[in-house]
T-cell receptor
């Protein structure tokens, strides 16, 4: 099936550091979404991107839709303890109206 | 703020039993989805549903699975004869269908098949 490659798989960082993660695909996507999932809960949407080159911020989070339409990144600036969790990218392929394809997730751990 | 709700939050069942997972999507939404997430793994698409029919389904969604919108509010996922490997978190999602509208997820049902 269609794959999204998300990296890194996990990150150990100090509070206050900036974080960067990305997703790539071999196919063209028309939508990129970034979700955060806390343990035992459903994914919560952080940022949605709909246009190549689009750069969108949500507080300390910034995400970009790659120009090639095959990648996206998420940056978190000045991380705080509540940023801990698993971040997923998800995308909708060109020509598909329905299903989201998901990355494997990036687990963010903040060292005290 | 409106939200997607799911019941039960946890279900334990014996292998071979039927289970029905229930979802109440956000009221003005038109597109409905089921996803599953095996513990520690990524979210996987199962099926999408629009206008009272399945619009897209994955290879995971075989003949053991079915979906139904029995009334104006509930959206259900039935697994006819559960297998051990069906143990997972099952998420329902919905969206309005407007251009650029994205999917809102419920809190999930954790299914454990023994």
């Amino acid at each position: 099936g269609q794959q999204l490659n998300q990296s890194p798989q996990s990150m150990f960082i100090q509070e206050g550091e900036d974080v960067s993660m990305n997703c790539t695909s071999s196919s063209i996507f028309n939508t990129w979404l970034w979700y955060k999932q806390d343990p035992g809960e459903g994914p919560v949407l952080l940022i949605a991107l709909y246009k190549a080159g689009e750069l969108t911020s949500n507080g300390r989070l910034t995400a970009q839709f790659g120009i090639t339409r095959k990648d996206s990144f998420l940056n978190i600036s000045a991380s705080i303890p509540s940023d801990v969790g698993i971040y997923f990218c998800a995308g909708r392929r060109e020509g598909s109206n329905y299903q989201l394809i998901w990355g494997a997730g990036t687990k963010l751990i903040i060292k005290p | 703020e409106p939200e997607v709700t799911q019941t039960p939050s946890h279900q334990v069942t014996q292998m071979g039993q039927e289970v029905i997972l229930r979802c109440v999507p956000i009221s003005n939404h038109l597109y409905f989805y089921w996803y599953r997430q095996i513990l520690g793994q990524k979210v996987e698409f199962l099926v999408s549903f629009y206008n009272n029919e399945i619009s897209e389904k994955s290879e995971i969604f075989d003949d053991q699975f079915s979906v139904e919108r029995p009334d104006g509010s509930n959206f259900t996922l039935k697994i006819r004869s559960t297998k051990l490997e069906d143990s997972a978190m099952y998420f329902c999602a919905s969206r309005t269908g407007l251009l650029r509208e994205t999917q809102y997820f419920g809190p999930g049902t954790r299914l454990l098949v023994l």
